[in-house]
Nanobody, 126 residues
Framework: QVQLVESGGGSVQSGGSLRLSCVEF????????MGWFRQAPGKEREGVAA???????VYADSVKGRFTISQDNAKNTLYLQMNSLKQEDTAMYFC????????????????????WGQGTQVTVSS
């Protein structure tokens, strides 16, 4: 059974940094994509960053240059390093995974992902 467990969220002031982690249990595919998504109150879930098994990454324009997605296959863990945080980054952050290899333009589409974590809250204050 696949389980994704996020951690690392919290409250931080604008300009600060956080690193999110997502540990994967029962998940092992040779061709897959994993991603980070976020959802703010009253807004739709949006893709933030994604990475494939080859280490290729894609980012939403709003986080380019500030966020970095990475993975440690030995630890079955996905990371999201978030720097220069802004108030508009405040949201619940979710990690997700799919066994499918996705076209680049689909990798930030939440509907393409099968497995989801429970989320971790990130709050950025001024």
């Amino acid at each position: 059974q696949v389980q994704l467990v996020e951690s690392g969220g919290g409250s931080v002031q604008s300009g600060g940094s956080l690193r999110l982690s997502c540990v994967e249990f029962g998940y092992s595919y040779s061709n897959d994509c994993m991603g980070w998504f976020r959802q703010a109150p009253g807004k739709e879930r949006e893709g933030v960053a994604a990475i494939d098994s080859g280490g290729n990454t894609v980012y939403a324009d709003s986080v380019k240059g500030r966020f970095t997605i990475s993975q440690d296959n030995a630890k079955n863990t996905l990371y999201l390093q978030m720097n220069s945080l802004k108030q508009e980054d405040t949201a619940m952050y979710f990690c997700a995974a799919t066994p499918a290899w996705l076209l680049l333009r689909h990798r930030l589409d939440s509907h393409r992902y099968n497995y989801w974590g429970q989320g971790t809250q990130v709050t950025v204050s001024s």
